[in-house]
């Protein structure tokens, strides 16, 4: 780019340094002072003072003159610097400049050293280079003391050296000398105009003699455009003679006219730019708009043989790009029914051998019918196409006759659409698809191209069984066909990649292989450039581009930029590249619905082919569609071989599942695989388990069946949401530890534990939790395995997953809650039915819960820890509560119901009875009664009568109703905690004499 913004100028020269003068005062000054002392003193020592002067007059005047030597100095080399930097400065914009002029109108050597990338038929203008010389620049230099200063660099800078001589052809361009000199002079610049001109825009005539090589070039030489390119020579001797219309009398505008003369007199009038050769390497301006006259220059010739090389070249280009008169022959439409190629339904007669090729024929061209075969040009192929230019119609078009070609059990194909599917809809009623991957459905997506790397490994192994080569050595060894030929075609490469990224390794290894296992690509994409790199490229040697809106998408397809001329309203209009003969210009045909239904009915009676992936996994998984599963070898059972994998599509029998060991939990989906799995969860050698999910997701149900199949091992205890008994569980599984285990294996599973965690209060929550951590690090030894099911870990429960050695993720509400709980990102869907979720990364649907045989609630049976009701302890003879309660008013009715007890309210007895009542201790006896007697109060109450209750509680239990752990310990003086209460059922605390803390229940206040 040139800098024209940045202005140059001259270095200014430092003005001459004043000539030092003789200090004269400086010099008398010393000798009038030492007189004056010696006048003053009288000492003759002073004047020798006087001497200093002088001196000192002479070492000024030296050291003036020594720095003004320094300072020329230092201003000749600043001068120089500056000078050297404008040089440079001069030089490089010099060097921009070259490179603008050169790259308007190239030279004819460089288009001869490469003529593909001088084709430049996208403008009109005719400005050509009639070869090099000086010109001017246009750089100016400002600055400097006078205009003469530096003349040598002001030259320099406003000359361009090496600069084209410019012309335009379009005001007729004379040549004046030798006719051989001429005729290598208008050679070059014939090449540059039909590089810049279009052959479809602009008719040539050249004279009949001398100009025989200009036919190769395919600009047309009738009368069919209106704008021409005319060359005329005049004979020796004689008048002008041309082989158009003089040109004075060409069309304004549309006349290009070089004429070739020996003298002046004989070129034709009207002339704009005139040149005189005066030899090989020497010529002149005669007359110019841009150039002064007698400007000598060195003229760019060129020989016949060069020439040739160039027409060749754009010859090739122009019918690629359908510019030429021939291409008019390829029709603007055609259907596929049409072609005498397409015969559905035909095959080669039974015990005739078969060719190993997908040849096809898919279009009409310059010579015909167009086929393709994407086995002897392929094995893989690559379609480069804008958008509106017919790539879907192409893709369709292909597989259809190929389809036509072979039957499903010799070709299948596994379509893959990032457009949503729509237009490979139609061959779904092919019996040789074997599947249709869309971008509606990511999950399926995911799921069947991750198979692709499994149906390699299959037919490796088919290969491997039958002693094969590769597909056409087992075809010969097997006339039935059993391994056909995949083809995998793709739409919208590119968007495919974006959605999954490491798919690229995947189809590179597929490339790589894909020809000996019968396993082929059609990769189509809007912008080959970058997408389909060059480790994928290079296997792709069958290349296909419709029309491309820049020449570097040509080029990465064809090797040449021809597609980039293919008109943008002739879509299906494309250019095939399989072999090295050049790109082959082609109308695709269409392929009608009906068509499609027509191959559809040929191959009607054909078996299905083998699907190179699995359907989705079942909405429902009963343990009798496991077992059918296992049994019919779809899915595989690696406990029953002792770690053996038996996967889907293999001969080997399967044994009852039944017979291994662990608990069945589901059936798991492993699509790199090409299977199913069982998946089983055995406690005792896995460790704990955490289930994570959402409501009505099934986790209940997965911790039926982990119980279920613990059964025959040990005792399964399963806890739903209850605060009481899971605290309960917790507490005794830790006792049971402190004293040694059990003997037998025993498996807690904990339902809905966040919820549980939630409901206790703020200081149960952290002892639960520290007794549950224990219980998960320590109850291996003891033989305790714990299963814990939650819907969201929050808070102090995220501690849970690094003490669970499994953990089992089921279906969740969003992608993040599905991350933090430890599952893949890939795998989220928040529409996977209840059973739904992801174990071991992959795919899980949990059995679906049987309807017999279910492990019993032990929540719900309350048999943790009998349950005591305090009313009847009441009833008893003799019976004396004390009753701590948040309302005394509703503990007394409670209580009030017994027969024959009294309750005594503290706040409205008087002070005489409770004086008695406190110094008759454990004698006490208010009624005659059999029942007992209950002092109910408030914590304020108590505290009051502390002496009554000092002197009654060691005789009585302390029953605690609807108090806090505060008010708890403000009576009881006790730091530990019991244990925690359900609300709403009437729970009570009851501290008995001995320190025991039970709890008990109001009957009064069941809900």
Known sequence: MIRADVPLTLPTRPADLPPPGFPLIASVAPLAAAGAIWLITGSAFVLIFAVLGPVIAVAVMLDARRTGRRTRRTNALDQGQALATLRAEVALRHEELLRAHWRRTPSANSIVAAPHAAIRWTGSGADVSLGSGAVPSGLRLDGGAAPDEHRDVRDW?????????????????????PLSLGQALARGLLVQLACSLAPDQVGLTVPDRGWEWAVALPHDTGQSCARRLVICQAPSGGAPKSGGAPLGGAPKGSGLVVALAGTLAELPWGCDTIVRLQGPGRAEVLRSSVHAWGSGFRPELITVEQAIVVARVLSARASAAGLVQNARRVPASVALGELSGFQPGYRAPHGQPQSPNLRCVIGVGEAGEVSLDLVGAGPHAVVGGTTGSGKSELLVTWVAAMAAAAGPDEVTFLLVDFKGGAAFAPLCALPHCVGLITDLDVHQAARALASLAAELRYRERVLGRAGARDIVDLRRQDAGGALPRLVIVVDEFATMLTAFPDLHALFVDIAARGRSLGVHLILCTQRPTGVVR???LANCTLRVSLRVNNRADSVAVLGTDAAAALGADQAGRCLIAADSSGPVLCQVATTSPREIRSLAVADADAPNPRRPWLDLLPQTVSREDLLALVAGGTAADESAFGGAAVAAGHDRAVPDARAAPGGLLGLLDEPELQRYRVARYEPIAEGSLLVIGGPRSGKSTALASVAAGFAPVGDAVLLGADVEAVWDCLVKARQCLDVGGSPAARLLLLDDFDSVHARWDQEHRPAALE????????????????????????????????????????????????????GVAALFDDRLPPGGGSWQDHRIQLLAPEQSGAIPDVA???????????????????????????????????????????????AAVSHGELAEAAQAGASLRLSESQSGTAFVGDVDAWQAQWSLLGALRPHADLVFDGCSLADYRAISRRRDLPPPLAPNRGRVWVLRPDGAVHRATLRAQVV
Not at 865 to 893: H, K, Y
């Open 771 to 822: 007794l549950l951590a224990g219980l998960l690090r320590d109850g291996a030894e003891g033989g305790l395995r714990i299963v814990i099911a939650a819907q969201r870990l929050t808070g102090s429960l995220q501690s849970l997953p690094a003490l669970c050695q499994r953990r089992l993720v089921l279906r969740l509400p969003d992608v993040a809650e599905h991350v933090a709980a430890g």
């Open 157 to 177: 800078a406003a000359t361009l050296t090496e600069a084209p001589i410019d012309a335009d052809a379009g005001g007729g361009i004379g040549i004046v000398g």
């Open 860 to 906: 719900a049976q309350r048999d943790i820890e009998p349950r005591t009701d305090a009313v009847a302890l009441l009833g008893r003879p003799g019976q004396t509560l004390l009753v701590v309660s948040d309302s005394p008013s509703r503990s007394a009715a409670a209580l009030g119901t017994v027969p024959g007890a009294r309750v005594v309210d503290l």
């Open 534 to 536: 060059d480790a994928l």
